[in-house]
Structure formats: structure tokens, C-alpha cells
């Protein structure tokens, strides 16, 4: 059986790589943080060395988009120097790799939607240490694919999806963005993707190279949000009331593209592999999350986005 070697499988898409349906011959093996810090060049080398994975997905990642702008050097340590140690020791060990960046690597002023070979942009320290860390992957090993994704969120980790749910009980009203548009991707949708794209790398199928995929239907914050409270009502009965704002109206230290819809026609003209409905993504996410107690009900907040990316 082959070994799927998984950096950062205790975050939000790491759990669901670990759960995801893998096909048959592959076997997820899961490396949290604290069991390897991928910009430590040694850990990085004794687990390969030890594990000898035919192949290895990073999902590991610095994603706290605001506090990135007081700790850039955290930020580009993970998700920059990370991934050129991850490329570099894949190369010595001829280990394919999956990697995983961002829509904020754009920087949202074009009006359609973002396709592979659109100019890169960012606006944050954020966008830039994951675009630097796809420019150092792709330098250090041919063998890669990074998959770009957009607005992830799933039951676990920190993500819009997850705020809204405890802001809805917290508080009577909402002030949500507007004018901020993307394309929601639920984790577990990502990891079942990744689970094809290595299938295919293995079996000699895959095309190297950059891929973007993202959920099925460009909405904004405040559309996503509106979506979270109806079906949060039709199970519990009670939402708060939304009122739209625009972003100048909320600043946040870090800037945020105001499109990054992710064109995903390439990713399903070489793999197959088709967006996922976000909209199906949030009934199973919110279907896990609502075992929890509901909170106090509150006063007023304001919110343009999570504090991580997605």
C-alpha cells in the first residue's frame, strides 16, 4: 500500500484529507504540527527518511491574514521557507508533492473570475509568503502540483463558516461585507480533490503544475453570511438580522481582495475533477457543528471576514 505522507493534518483540511475517501492502494498518514514543523529542514528529512511516502500533500500553512501583518516573519517562515524545505527534500527522495495556497495571492481588482495564468498580486503579508512559497516549491522540485483554493471552511479549525455560527449566537445583528466576492470551498470537497489528483500522479495520469479549485457559485461575504443564517433558522429556529456594509466601512490591517473567484475550468479539463456546491459543503458542515450548546444572545458586531484566510 502507498503511503500519502500529510503535513499539517490537524487543521482544517487536514482532518479531512485523514477522512476522506482515499482510493484503493493509498493510505493517509498524518503529521500535525506538533509532530514536524515543515521549515525545520532536519524534522523534515528524518520523517522522509523514515517514512519513505510515495507521496506527499502539504497542508500545513500560516493562516491568520491579519495577524500576519504584526508577524510577517512567522507568516513567511511557515508558509514560504516551509515549502522550499518540502521541495527541496522531495527532490532528493523523487517524491511527487501536493501543495496548497491561496486566492490572495490575487489582488481582486480584476472583475472576472482569476484563472491560473492571471497576473499575481497580493495585497498582504499573508498573500505574499503563499506566493513566494508556491515560487519556492516550484524552483526546488518539478514534481508538484499546487492546487490554489478560495473561502475554505469546514467543522473544524478557524474559518468564516465556524464565526458566523458562534456570532449568530452570541449577537441580535450582524454587519457583514458586501463587496468582498469569492467562490466558499468546503474542506472536505478539497480533500477528496487532492485524494483524485494524487491517485492520477501515481498512476502516471497527472499533469504538473498550478490548479485552482474553488466551490461552485461566486458570492459575497454577506451572501455567504445570509446563507449560514437561513439554514441556521430552518434548524434552530432563530438568526440574527444581517445589514450589509461596505469595506471601507470595516478596516482590518490587512487588505483583502475584493474578487477572488478562482476559475476552475482547468483542473477539471486534466483531472476530471468538477467545483464542488458549497451550498451542499455548509448543510454537511453546519449538520457537525450544531452539536454544540447555543450561546447567550448579544448586541451588535461587525465582521468583513474570519481572522484566517477563507
Known sequence: MAGVLIFGSGGQLGVELLRTAWPAGLEPIGLPRAACDIADAAAVARILDAAEPAILVNAAA???????????????RTNRD??????????????????????YVFDGAQPEGYGEGDPVAPLGAYGRSKLDGETALAAAWDDHVILRTA????????????TMVRLGRERETLAVVTDQRGSPTPADSLAA????????????????????????????????????????????????ALTPIA??????????????????????????IRPPSWRAGLDRVLEELLTAAPGPAGSAATLAGSGSAG
Open 193 to 240: 480533490a487532492i485524494a483524485v489528483v494524487a491517485a492520477a500522479i501515481l498512476d502516471r495520469r497527472g499533469r504538473w503544475g498550478i490548479y485552482h479549485f474553488a466551490g461552485d457559485e461566486p458570492v459575497s461575504r454577506h451572501g455567504f453570511a445570509a446563507a449560514i443564517f437561513d439554514r441556521l433558522a430552518e434548524r434552530t429556529g432563530r438568526a440574527p
Open 82 to 103: 516551509g515549502p522550499a524545505i518540502l521541495g527541496a527534500a522531495c527532490a532528493r527522495h523523487r517524491i511527487p508533492i501536493i501543495h496548497v495556497s491561496t486566492d
Open 247 to 272: 469595506t471601507a466601512d470595516y478596516p482590518t490591517p490587512a487588505r483583502r481582495p475584493a474578487n477572488s473567484v478562482l476559475d476552475c475550468t482547468l483542473i477539471e479539463r486534466v483531472y476530471g
Open 151 to 162: 473561502w475554505l471552511f469546514g467543522a473544524h479549525g478557524e474559518n468564516f463558516v465556524k
Open 62 to 76: 500560516y493562516t491568520a491574514v491579519d495577524r500576519a501583518e504584526a508577524e510577517p516573519e512567522i507568516a513567511f
